[in-house]
């Protein structure tokens, strides 16, 4: 069996929490860790630089919208993503397997792939396990996910069993497509809501040479309740010595719930998204900077947030660039958010290794107040 290109070194556990670090190509990074999403080869309206200052790790950029814009043999002549980009830290790419879900009326699903009526002119496209894992090889990720389809919520039971199914068949296609050596790749977890697919599509993906494991197909409308039945089903038969990823979640509570459950990686457009309409994620709760009653207010953001914003800018002259639509009052506010969860998931890995990760994460719900992110 070839070597891995990255590895997961363990530190602490509390409980099924755990702390460590992960070793890829472009560095070692801390787990676990919240990844800032850069869809385009870029994290919205902030420079590589400034996603290094406040404590990213890994970041994201996707298949499926690259290889449409500018496309994978541009990104691929300019020496790889990270070349492309000027960003010096390890990169993971999606698949393109969540355009599977979030571009359901434009695309068609078969044994083969899927034929996607593109979002910018209309053309068809065809994405299966071979092309999927080739963009991404040409992207030059240090992480690359196999290809798979993020079953809707809800759906019946057959369908998710007849598509849990046929994600692992491609899982196997996309590791036979796969040459080259210094990109890992990860394996999805598929399943629905239903306990007995998350732990059959588990054991069975697991079986399989990935260099890591994700969770997918959570965080798209369930309940909370269910989403931490979909991971518990799951974790017990993911392998310690190898990262565990759930795709696609930025609120406090399902991050924090996740890292209770064991999860190393996690990712999310919400903070950015957030923050472009003007939606602020603090230590004390969700402030919405567009209120009125912050025209005036030439308090601090957050006074216990060390990010650039939070330095220097008063809640007044948020508002102020809010309301006039300048890209510098996204910059800031995007670069606020973003660091609040970098922060709260350092705050969780210090606790983890102090033992007491629990009391550390109702706290900081506690102090959010019931709006946890959304």
């Known amino acids: 069996m070839s070597v891995s290109p990255i590895s997961l070194t363990i530190q602490a556990h509390d409980g099924q929490a755990r702390t460590g670090f992960l070793t890829t190509p472009h560095g070692t990074v801390a787990t676990p860790m919240f990844m800032p999403v850069g869809t385009l080869a870029t994290v919205k309206t902030l420079s590589p630089e400034e996603i290094t200052a406040i404590g990213s790790g890994v970041i994201l950029s996707n298949t499926y919208h690259l290889a449409l814009r500018p496309g994978a ?28 879900f979030s571009l359901a009326k434009n695309r068609k699903i078969t044994e083969e792939g899927v034929t996607f009526r593109n979002h910018l002119n209309g053309d ?4 299966n396990p071979e092309s999927a894992t080739a963009i991404q090889q040409q992207l030059g990720s240090d992480i690359m996910m196999a290809f798979d389809e993020c079953i809707s919520y809800p759906v019946d039971y057959a369908y998710a069993k007849a598509s849990t199914e046929r994600t692992l068949r491609w899982a196997k296609r996309c590791l036979d497509a796969k040459t080259s050596s210094h990109q890992a790749m990860f394996g999805i977890v598929q399943g629905g ?7 059959w599509s588990a054991q069975e993906t697991v079986k399989l040479p990935f260099d890591g494991f994700a969770i997918g197909g959570t965080s798209i409308g369930e309940p909370k309740e269910v989403f931490s039945t979909m991971i518990a089903a799951a974790m017990p038969y993911l392998p310690d010595d190898k990262p565990r990823y759930v795709m696609g979640i930025g609120s406090l509570d399902y991050i924090l719930e996740a890292i209770r459950l064991g999860v190393d ?14 939606a ?13 009653h912050y025209e005036k207010d030439y308090t601090l953001l957050d006074a216990s947030c060390d990010c650039y914003t939070c330095q220097h800018y008063s809640k007044a002259y948020l508002r102020h660039l809010y309301k006039a639509d300048e890209t ?42 019931d709006d946890r992110g959304f």
């Open 265 to 278: 990686m996690f990712d999310c457009v919400l903070p950015t998204r957030l923050a472009r309409h003007g």
């Open 193 to 199: 809501e239903f306990q007995d697919l998350r732990a």
């Open 328 to 369: 510098f009052g996204k910059r800031l506010m995007s670069l606020h958010n973003l660091r609040f969860l970098i922060r709260v998931v350092e705050g969780a890995r210090q606790a983890i290794i102090e033992k007491r990760f629990d009391a550390y994460a109702a706290q900081v719900l506690a102090d959010y107040g």
């Open 73 to 100: 043999d541009i990104v691929a002549g300019a020496g790889g993503l990270h070349r492309f980009m000027n960003y010096h830290g390890p990169i993971l790419t999606d698949s393109g397997g969540f355009q599977v």
């Open 124 to 127: 068809l496209m065809m994405l």
């Open 280 to 292: 602020l994620m603090t230590t004390k709760g969700r402030v919405n900077i567009k209120d009125a």
